[in-house]
């Protein structure tokens, strides 16, 4: 594997199973741990508790939506700006490019940490390429990730932005049915159900439950294997970890 592997967790994690899942993320060579951002999870208050019990995994926000959470709001206390990558998308403001670009340049004079951008479309790929570090894609197949990479590297020109693929993972049987439910949940979504008719897919085409699936997304700068598990236990979160962990010495 040529690209870095990450872990991705729901921000409704519950804080004592960050404290204890950290740390052996961290043990098994994981780049970063990125935590999503939602209503009822703070992904910031998170990775509180993940830099407080870990001393060089990455740290990273996927993403915080700024029509709900305005990026001047953001307490950055607590997270070591070396180690963190603040994620940010437009949500459902009126004006997402705007929102966003304010957004970078906000960030910009608040913090020295990574500035990513989730970008489903072009013209905020664009703006990821030309203003961030980096852009998140989201709900890719190898083929897709592979052109997207193509976009931001013409579009970047001379500069480093790295391309990071989110993708929905499981590591056993018993959770495809939540593998299964995330998928249609998404494809309801019309912004997405659109990206998925303009590439041909299906949602579940975009999902991964195996070494040579992720071998085959090493196309990116970096994986993030968000983990979908059955129940969403610490055990079963304990026991993804081990196994794609695996996956990852051998793919490639």
Request: hydrophobic share 45%.
């Amino acid at each position: 594997m040529r690209a870095a592997v990450s872990i991705g967790l729901t921000g409704t994690t519950d804080a004592r199973d960050i404290r204890s899942l950290a740390p052996r993320i961290e043990r098994l060579g994981f780049s970063r741990l990125w935590l999503n951002d939602v209503p009822r999870g703070d992904s910031l208050a998170g990775l509180r508790v993940a830099a407080a019990v870990t001393e060089s995994l990455g740290l990273a926000t996927g993403v915080i939506p700024l029509d709900r959470r305005p990026a001047a709001s953001l307490d950055l206390a607590g997270l070591p700006a070396e180690r963190t990558t603040i994620g940010i998308g437009s949500g459902s403001a009126r004006h997402p490019l705007a929102v966003v670009e304010d957004g970078i340049e906000t960030l910009r004079r608040a913090t020295e940490a990574s500035v990513v951008v989730g970008a489903l479309g072009p013209r905020m790929r664009r703006l990821a390429a030309e203003r961030a570090d980096g852009v998140l894609f989201n709900w890719l197949t190898p083929a897709a990730a592979a052109a997207a990479m193509s976009e931001l590297r013409d579009a970047a020109g001379d500069r480093l932005v790295r391309g990071v693929l989110y993708v929905r993972t499981i590591a056993e049987p018993e959770a495809r049915a939540a593998l299964e439910r995330e998928a249609d949940r998404y494809a309801s979504v019309p912004s997405y159900a659109a990206n998925f008719d303009r590439l041909g897919i299906m949602a579940i085409d975009a999902t991964l439950d195996d070494a040579d699936g992720l071998a085959a997304l090493d196309v990116v700068d970096e994986i993030v294997l968000r983990a979908v598990t059955p129940s969403g236990s610490l055990i079963e979160l304990e026991r993804f970890v081990e196994e794609v962990a695996r996956w990852g010495s051998t793919a490639g």
